[in-house]
Structure formats: structure tokens, C-alpha cells
């Protein structure tokens, strides 16, 4: 994140501010486009002004039936090195051949470029080539050689790709491009030119809606780690219940998620806030925050509750964000354990009094 200084304010932009005004100086009279480039030279030297941009960018390739993640992607003379901090790896891959850039400049969250690559040539083996070996040493890093072709999906940091509940859906849209079911709710999205002023509205729930969940599950993998979707104790037949209040959230006359309260405790006018945008492509347009403030106000004025609380992963930044322009605080930290390997994520517990 870059701080701009002047004497009126301090202006924040973010990675993907960035990314997206790069991507503007790349392609300077164009807007919401998708560019195919088939010259290598030319790939190279986009990737290098992106990767001198000052945005952080991380990647995610298909590898064999595993997805791996890259947070540094060096242009290098024989190809591209993509460096997997987290587990200490490089996988050197060979020349870009083609690349697929997208820049939507009302959705930047959606921006991306997608690298088509040769498979790394015998001669450009770890051993045989002294500049990658300089580079892992100084990152202390393992290098494999990745001899297969394969696609590369590079996004900013804070990229709706980030999410790791789309980690299953960015590998289809690197293996299929203008194919995948993702690309293609972007551009319903830009043709349909659905702004950030989209006016939502909170209705009830009907038990027909309980079919919207099962739709929401095939777009996010919510299987990889623990995530709330809907109330603890929620019944399909009924969006009123003593432990929870649940309404659905209506955007041009589309369900698109749902807000609830949970646990509430009349007594002490004390309730947990959760909340769902069930379509990923519509994340980071400030639905959830639009929703969130409504569901506020019936707490406040219809519940007659005074004290809300919720939990959220630390690494969802979008969300945690969401809550503070809403007036959450954090009060604490939870790790989270999973015994299946031991593994363990940041819960963060914001509270706010209305």
C-alpha cells in the first residue's frame, strides 16, 4: 500500500489501484478491454513495468492436480522465475508465448494478466543457470524446473483472486481463460455496467431460498477452511427464529446474499453480525457494507439490540475493512487449529456499539 501526501489529505492506494493504473499507461486509450499478445519481447516488457509498478503481485498456476501460489514473479532471460515464499520454492518455467490482459476500470478487483508458458528447456536447469541460482540463494530458496507448459494468472494484491475461497475457481480460469465460468460472470457484470451506487435492498426469506446456498457453495470452495455462510442453528423453512434474524439482500432485483443476526441475547441487547455476498464477482462493489448498515439499523430501532460483534479471518482483508468503515473495532486475535495438518489461521473478534 503507497501513501500520497499532499496538503489537502493523504491520499491511500492500494495494489490494485496501482495495478489498474499501470495497466492504463500500458494500454493508454483503452477501457474495460481483454488484449491477447502473441510477441514475447512484448510480454517481457509488460511484465517487468508491472513488476516495477511498486504493487505487490502474487500468481497462482496449475501444477500437475495441484494449484501453486507465486508471490514474486521474475522476468528472466531463459524465462520466468515464480518464487513461493511460503514454502520456500522457485519453479522456473520457460518464455512466455501469449498473454490475456483484462482491465475493467469500474471492477478493478477483477483486473488480471494470464501467461500462456513454454516448459523450461533442459539447458535451463538450476544447475546450469548461475543468475537463478544467485537469485534462490539470496531468497534462500529450492528451485524446481518445470519442463511442461502451463498458465500463470498474476493479480494485485488485495485481487478478488486472492481469496482463497476462489483458489479452485482461478484454477479453472488459468486452464480455460475467456472459457471459464468466472471470466464469464465478469463480463455479465461489465456489460451489465453495475455500478458501486447499486441500490440494495434487505427482504425476507422464503424457504425457495435455501436453493440459493447450494449455488453459492459451487462458487466459493468453503470446504478448504472454516467459513460462515449462514446462522449456527439456521432451518431452511423460516428466516425468523429465537437464536437468529436473517434477511436476504436484493441488488437489481437479483438475490445476491444474505445478512443475519445470531445468538442474540434480548436481555442483554447483544447479537453476532454475519453476512454473505453468495456471488463472487460481485465482491469489493460495497454491497456488504450497504447491507451491513441497513441490518444495523434493524437491529438498533426493531431488536432493540445495543452490542454487535462479529468474527472474521484476518487474511480477508476486504471484509475486515468492511467492518471497520462500519465501526468495528478489533478486540482480539484467535488462532484458529486445524488437526488434519496442524495448520492454524487468525480469527479476528470486532465489536461495536450502536
Known amino acids: 500500500m503507497v501513501y500520497i501526501w499532499s496538503p489537502e489529505e493523504e491520499i491511500i492506494v492500494n ?9 492504463g499507461q500500458i494500454f493508454p486509450y483503452c477501457a474495460n478491454i481483454m488484449a491477447e499478445i502473441w510477441d514475447t519481447s512484448s510480454i517481457l516488457n509488460i511484465l517487468q513495468e508491472i513488476t516495477d509498478s511498486g504493487a505487490i503481485i502474487h500468481g497462482s498456476f496449475p501444477l ?8 514474486l514473479v521474475f522476468p528472466e532471460k531463459s524465462g520466468l522465475l515464480l518464487v513461493d515464499n511460503n514454502r520456500k520454492w522457485a519453479y522456473q518455467v520457460g518464455m512466455p508465448q501469449k498473454a490475456f490482459i483484462t482491465r475493467f476500470t ?4 477483477h483486473n488480471f494478466l494470464r501467461i500462456y508458458y513454454k516448459g523450461a528447456a533442459e539447458t535451463d536447469k538450476p544447475e546450469n543457470n548461475a543468475e537463478v541460482g544467485d537469485k534462490a540463494g539470496e531468497l534462500n530458496l529450492r528451485i524446481r524446473s518445470v519442463n511442461k507448459p502451463g498458465w500463470l494468472v498474476l493479480f494485485p494484491l488485495g485481487s478478488l483472486f486472492s481469496d482463497q475461497r476462489l483458489e479452485v475457481r482461478v484454477r479453472e480460469l488459468a486452464l480455460k481463460g475467456r472459457e471459464s465460468s468466472l471470466m464469464s460472470e465478469f463480463l455479465a457484470i461489465d456489460e451489465g455496467r453495475m455500478q458501486q451506487n447499486s441500490k440494495i435492498e434487505l427482504i425476507d426469506y422464503v424457504p425457495e431460498d435455501a436453493r440459493l446456498w447450494e449455488k453459492w457453495f459451487d462458487k466459493m470452495d468453503t470446504n478448504m477452511f472454516q467459513t460462515i455462510v449462514r446462522p449456527s442453528n439456521f432451518s431452511s ?6 437464536d437468529y434474524y436473517l434477511k436476504m439482500i436484493l441488488c437489481n432485483n437479483k438475490k445476491v446474499g444474505t445478512v443475519w443476526l445470531e445468538k442474540i441475547n434480548q436481555r442483554n441487547g447483544t447479537a453476532e453480525l454475519g453476512l454473505l455476498i453468495g456471488e463472487p464477482q460481485l465482491w469489493g462493489m460495497g454491497l456488504g457494507s450497504k447491507a451491513m448498515k441497513a441490518m444495523i439499523e434493524i437491529a438498533k430501532e426493531d431488536l432493540a439490540i445495543k452490542f454487535l460483534w462479529v468474527s472474521v479471518r484476518e487474511a480477508n482483508q476486504r471484509a475486515v475493512n468492511c467492518y471497520k468503515k462500519n465501526g468495528f473495532t478489533i478486540t482480539r486475535k484467535v488462532p484458529v487449529f486445524y488437526n488434519f495438518d496442524g495448520s492454524y489461521k487468525i480469527w479476528l473478534h470486532m465489536e461495536k456499539m450502536i
Open 64 to 71: 500437475g492436480r495441484n494449484t501453486r501460489k507465486a508471490d
Open 106 to 109: 469500474s471492477h478493478p478487483l
Open 237 to 242: 423453512n423460516s428466516g425468523r427464529d429465537a
Open 15 to 23: 495494489d490494485v489501484d496501482i495495478f489498474d493504473r499501470k495497466l
